[in-house]
């Protein structure tokens, strides 16, 4: 799938794809530690919703030092689960 997900212009394949990547933190969520899977839905909600708005109000787009830390956060958070 990831082969053709990348070669196609489909849209709505997109969309299917990211609706799996939400349904899969929810099923995470239901079958790990508490503590450690809702440490990954709130940065995971983080980076989705509120760090590309954050970005986005700057004239000139970067990340902050404690936006570049929490990023590392989350990407480790995201592997560690994967």
């Given at each position: 799938?990831?082969?053709?997900?990348?070669?196609?212009r489909?849209?709505?394949?997109?969309?299917?794809?990211?609706?799996?990547?939400?349904?899969?933190?929810?099923?995470?969520?239901?079958n790990?530690?508490?503590?450690?899977?809702?440490?990954?839905?709130?940065?995971?909600?983080?980076?989705?919703?509120?760090?590309?708005?954050?970005?986005?109000?700057?004239?000139?787009?970067?990340?902050?030092?404690?936006?570049l830390?929490?990023?590392?956060?989350?990407?480790?958070?995201?592997?560690?689960?994967?």
């Open positions: 799938m990831a082969t053709t997900l990348y070669e196609t489909d849209v709505e394949l997109w969309k299917e794809t990211f609706e799996l990547y939400e349904k899969m933190l929810q099923f995470k969520a239901e790990e530690k508490k503590e450690k899977i809702l440490k990954l839905l709130d940065l995971d909600q983080w980076f989705q919703n509120q760090l590309p708005q954050e970005i986005n109000k700057r004239l000139e787009q970067y990340l902050t030092q404690k936006e830390i929490k990023l590392m956060d989350w990407k480790l958070t995201v592997s560690y689960h994967s």
